[in-house]
């Protein structure tokens, strides 16, 4: 099955950047979409970028610019830089992966604490 091993999250001050690993490794099928979520305390959560396979990005409106999801595809890892840290990012920050961009489908990460102060 499919293993998918987070790195990088922690404390830091706001205006600072922190990068967030995932590194999937396993028997991966139908993997067209690597995805960031986070969710915070008593919020639903929420997805943050996604990357395809061929390279097509999508952030949240919210993110104004400040995050960049990046792939590398021959070694199963999906990146997630995060650059000038808000309090408000605050959150549990997941990795997904799967055929499409159903939350309900695909593998899971176990999740990284991102914790910004002010």
């Known amino acids: 099955q499919v293993q998918l091993v987070e790195s990088g999250g922690g404390l830091v001050q706001a205006g600072g950047s922190l990068r967030l690993s995932c590194a999937a490794s396993g028997n991966i099928f139908k993997i067209n979409v690597m995805a960031w979520y986070r969710q915070a305390p008593g919020k639903q959560r929420e997805l943050v970028a996604s990357?395809?396979?061929?390279?097509?990005?999508n952030y949240i409106p919210s993110l104004k610019g400040r995050f960049t999801i990046s792939r590398d595809n021959a070694k199963n890892t999906v990146y997630l830089q995060m650059s000038s840290l808000k309090p408000e990012d605050t959150a549990v920050y997941y990795c997904?992966?799967?055929?499409?961009?159903?939350?309900?489908?695909?593998?899971w990460g176990q999740g990284t604490q991102v914790t910004v102060s002010s």
């Open positions: 990357i395809t396979s061929s390279g097509t990005v």
């Open positions: 997904r992966l799967g055929g499409d961009y159903d939350p309900r489908s695909g593998y």
